[in-house]
């Protein structure tokens, strides 16, 4: 590796089943990134703490459920606690990053700490990712889920090995029912920040998912003469690549996109390299959600193995997925002791890598049950009946197809297929798309010179923009170029 080389890299790993474990899965990718001599390692939205996939908190419009506040509060409590303020959205800023805040510390609970008071803010968080940069020498940009003032921040740090934590954004517009648990964050935290790596200038700053939709947004960073655009996003979909070639090409940057790599219930999460009997499964059992119409009609959301779903139900709901990865919730027997078993059944078109994994209740022959058939798209389609009384249980089991050997394309539907990728200024794809791969690194070497190279011809936050007609600002945001 030449002087002026930089080796980017990046994972698609999910958060695991608590805090802590996550953030001991992120040292572990740190040391390996190390290994591999990664200058800047990004790291997925909301990675800590957890991205809250098919969630409703038990919320409609004009009503929440008790269920629901619960499973917020432990979401909540999976946050994370930087030390940092409210202050409109924006934090406390250069007071927070130069720990120039008082203490929060309750008078008398550690008299016999060394610790000056004014360090003693946040849950400790911020000084185990500033150690893990530090001890690997790796830059470390990760999303997390930050709690400060009872609000949640979607947000993104900037943790350099040398000086600590040097920035943090907030994402700016929480999308679709993100806005139910996420505050905004103000869009003074589009500040870029800069380092030097081996003599090179690196300006970087961050865009969250599908804040990279948002045209001022993308303006708002290559204003500030970044080369190094991030994308920490939680949309696994064979369309943002797109999105990403078109922001290397459209800021003349270099782009690294990192989202994770959800497996389905029938793959456990493993933390890499680990001992096996290390490795923390994420599965947990989802919430028993009654329905408030009638026992018939169907539940839809968006099915995900939640680190912060409900622990408190021993027996789990009947349900199946759609081909969309939609859960169907269904009628269940009453009883707690109700037993279940797992089925997973192949589609019965030509598409071999199409999977259904539905959970069948097995019901006591005096409680009432479901009975399906399955359309020519493979779809289990619920019939809604009670048993009449001269039927026999044996004469009621679910007609389900015998459950195929699980290979490599028939264990199900990842829950997020990941697609972190690095791109060069000119479109080019270097590394990835990394689909479906939740344990591996990707990496490549990279030439920063490239991007005044492409500024030949573009240069999109300078004469190209016609700054000399078009006018652009943010409220609260200095959109000083940061120096080459």
């Known amino acids: 590796m030449s002087p002026a080389t930089i080796r980017l890299g990046t994972a698609s790993p999910s958060t695991q089943a608590s805090t802590p474990e996550t ?41 929440r459920t008790a269920e629901g506040r619960e499973e917020y509060l432990r979401y909540f409590q999976n946050a994370i606690d930087l030390g940092d303020t409210v202050g409109d959205g924006a934090g406390a800023g250069e007071a927070w990053i130069k720990r120039a805040l008082p203490g929060d510390a309750v008078p008398g609970s550690n008299e016999n700490s060394k610790e000056p008071a004014a360090n003693k803010r946040g849950d400790g968080t911020r000084e185990q990712l500033e150690r893990i940069a530090r001890e690997t020498g790796v830059f470390i940009v990760t999303g997390l889920i930050e709690k400060t003032g009872g609000s949640m921040y979607c947000s993104v740090v900037y943790v350099c090995p040398k000086q600590g934590i040097i920035g943090k954004r907030r994402k700016v517009m929480p999308t679709g029912t993100e806005r139910l648990v996420w505050a905004q964050g103000s869009p003074a935290t589009l ?65 690294i996109s990192s989202n994770m790599a959800v497996p389905p219930p029938s793959i456990p999460q493993q933390i890499p390299n680990s001992h096996p009997d290390s490795s923390s499964a994420i599965l947990t059992e989802e ?63 030509p598409s071999p890598t199409r999977t259904t994994t539905s959970t069948v209740n097995t019901l006591s022959p005096s409680s009432k049950r479901r009975t399906s058939v399955f359309d020519k798209d493979g779809n289990e389609i619920v019939l809604c009946c009670k048993k009449p009384s001269h039927v026999t249980n044996s004469q009621t089991q679910p007609m389900v197809p015998p459950a195929p050997k699980l290979t490599n394309s028939s264990r199900g539907e990842w829950v997020s297929r990941g ?66």
């Open 191 to 255: 500040r870029a920040v800069s380092t030097i790596i081996r003599g090179v200038r690196i300006n970087l700053g961050a865009a969250i998912c599908w804040e990279n939709y948002m045209p001022l947004v993308r303006q708002s960073l290559y204003s500030q003469n970044i080369n190094l655009y991030l994308a920490p996003t939680a949309d696994g979909r064979d369309t943002w690549l797109s999105l990403m070639r078109t922001v290397a090409i459209e800021g003349r940057c270099f782009v």
């Open 419 to 484: 697609g972190s990728s690095i791109i060069s200024p000119f479109g080019e794809v270097l590394s990835g798309p990394q689909w479906e791969d939740n344990t591996g690194l990707i990496c490549t070497d990279v030439d920063f010179e490239d991007c005044i190279r492409g500024r030949l011809d573009l240069d999109t936050a300078g004469s190209y923009s016609r700054n000399d007609s078009f006018e652009f600002g943010v409220r609260g945001l200095d959109l000083s170029p940061l120096p080459y």
């Open 287 to 349: 919430p028993d959600h009654e329905n408030p119409h009638d026992d018939h009609t169907p539940i839809f959301f968006d099915h995900h193995p939640s680190p912060f779903a409900p622990k408190h139900h021993s027996n789990r709901r009947a349900s199946c997925l759609t081909e969309e990865g939609f859960e169907i919730a269904l009628p269940r027997s009453k009883s707690p002791a109700t037993p279940t078993t797992t089925t997973t059944t192949r589609r019965a078109t």
């Open 23 to 63: 953030i001991a899965q992120l040292e572990q990718i740190a040391r390996r990134a190390a290994s591999k001599k990664i200058d800047i390692l990004l790291l997925p939205e909301a990675y800590i703490g957890g991205y809250p996939r098919g969630t409703h908190f038990g919320s409609v419009i004009g009503s």
